[in-house]
């Protein structure tokens, strides 16, 4: 099931490549309104989730690349092993790798992740997230959501 992959590689391009447009357009904190509940907000975040261990003093910046990519790859040796009538099971896992490695390359080339999708209601912000968290949560979703529908394993 490692066809699916290429998912993986385009949530990486087109993460990227929104995040490029994104620092070369705004500045940081730098808001455009597109929506009544939507913006495009630069921020950059060094931490995990919800800026997670931001503030720790830049260790965090290696665990999470570290962490990142031993994730990607037990996710994909689990996809290898998944049966072709596991499709939604594989997109699924696609998706996190896909959106894990975005974050990955972050890190790695800018020390910190960058967020620039920022949705709202009233005066409560959500915090800002990029493509690779959106991939990562909908795969989440989709992994969940099929683990449900499929019938428990005896053992």
Same mark, same amino acid.
């Given at each position: 099931?490692?066809?699916?992959? %290429? !998912?993986?590689? =385009?949530?990486?391009?087109?993460?990227?490549?929104?995040? =490029?447009?994104? @620092?070369?357009?705004?500045?940081?904190?730098? =808001? @455009?309104?597109?929506?009544?509940? +939507?913006? !495009?907000?630069? *921020?950059?975040? =060094? #931490?995990? *989730?919800?800026?997670?261990?931001? #503030?720790? #003093?830049?260790?965090?910046?290696? +665990? +999470?690349?570290? !962490? *990142?990519?031993?994730?990607?790859?037990? !996710?994909?040796? %689990?996809?290898?092993?998944?049966?072709?009538?596991?499709?939604?099971?594989?997109?699924?896992?696609?998706?996190?790798?896909?959106?894990?490695? #975005?974050?990955?390359?972050?890190?790695?080339?800018?020390?910190?992740?960058?967020?620039?999708?920022?949705?709202?209601?009233?005066?409560?912000?959500?915090?800002? +997230?990029?493509?690779?968290?959106?991939?990562?949560?909908?795969?989440?979703?989709?992994?969940?959501?099929?683990?449900?529908?499929?019938?428990? @394993?005896?053992?």
């Amino acid at each position: 099931m490692l066809k699916y992959l %290429w !998912l993986s590689l =385009t949530v990486f391009i087109i993460d990227q490549i929104s995040k =490029t447009v994104m @620092v070369n357009w705004l500045s940081l904190y730098e =808001t @455009v309104p597109v929506m009544p509940f +939507f913006n !495009l907000t630069l *921020a950059h975040n =060094t #931490g995990a *989730a919800f800026s997670f261990l931001a #503030g720790a #003093g830049g260790w965090q910046r290696w +665990f +999470f690349v570290v !962490l *990142a990519v031993l994730v990607s790859l037990v !996710l994909a040796v %689990w996809m290898r092993r998944l049966s072709s009538a596991d499709k939604v099971e594989a997109i699924s896992l696609a998706l996190i790798i896909g959106g894990a490695i #975005g974050n990955v390359m972050d890190r790695l080339v800018y020390g910190y992740v960058v967020d620039f999708l920022d949705v709202y209601v009233g005066t409560y912000h959500w915090p800002a +997230f990029n493509i690779a968290d959106s991939a990562i949560c909908i795969g989440a979703i989709l992994l969940i959501m099929d683990s449900f529908r499929k019938p428990a @394993v005896k053992r």
